[in-house]
């Protein structure tokens, strides 16, 4: 596996500039020194009746982006066939339906990158004791190789995002935020008629703004 070159960046081609590769750098070359930004992120945060729903989507793209971008660009993975390695290498083992139900993902895509991984030998799967058709999934030396050269990319933008939080309010995080993943079981995956489908919401109070 060999590193690709980066994107054509336009911005950078046409102004000779390197490009702007944070909100921040983004906001402050804004033509209203980013206030137009402030306001919207704010009214995001404080003032949304899914507040919950934005901040994790928000931070779940803020960290899946780039590093599935470099994923791509370096590995020539896609999203889904890097979680499968990932979730592999984690239980050392594990069948396509436990990372589809683990992950979000849909069968059919996690059955396109699981017969690809195993095309690039990343991958190897075995069928399972008694003659049904499970099957066990397991990394090859060199699926478990890419693993240990990506991981640390992982590890590190995690970390760098989880320094805004002292020691134990991460541990609260991570405590509240399992319970709500626990509490998955019961969601619908589908909806006809959001009206029947959704139970009565208990409506929480959005989050107090700062003063």
């Known amino acids: 596996m060999t590193d690709k070159p980066p994107p054509f960046d336009a911005n950078a081609a046409e102004t000779g500039s390197p490009s702007l590769n944070t909100l921040g750098a983004r ?6 020194g980013g206030i137009g930004i402030e306001r919207m992120l704010q009214a995001k945060l404080w003032d949304n009746p899914c507040w919950m729903a934005f901040r994790v989507n ?3 793209l803020r960290y899946n982006t780039p590093l599935y971008d470099w994923i791509q660009r370096t590995y020539g993975l896609s999203r889904a066939e890097y979680v499968v390695i990932y979730s592999l290498a984690l239980t050392d083992g594990g069948q396509a339906r436990d990372i589809s139900e683990t992950s979000g993902f849909p069968r059919n895509t ?3 990158a699981i017969g690809r991984l ?3 030998d990343l991958i190897t799967r075995e069928h399972l004791p008694g003659g049904g058709r499970g099957q066990l999934l397991s990394l090859s030396e060199a699926g478990w190789r ?3 050269e990506t991981l640390p ?3 590190r933008f995690e970390q760098m995002m989880l320094s805004a939080l002292e020691p134990d309010e991460q ?3 991570a405590e509240l935020l399992a319970k709500i993943v626990l509490a998955g079981d019961d969601w619908p995956e589908s909806l006809n ?3 029947q489908d959704l139970p009565d919401p208990r409506v929480p109070a959005r989050p107090e703004r700062p003063t």
């Not at 906001?27 to 209203?32: C, F, T």
Request: proline share 4%; hydrophobic share 50%; glycine share 4%.
């Open 27 to 32: 906001r402050a070359a804004s033509a209203d």
């Open 58 to 60: 928000y931070l779940a």
């Open 110 to 112: 996690l059955s396109r």
């Open 118 to 120: 195993e095309e690039l």
């Open 146 to 148: 890419l693993f240990g």
């Open 153 to 155: 990319a992982f590890r």
């Open 171 to 173: 541990e609260t995080l």
């Open 193 to 195: 008629d959001p009206a």
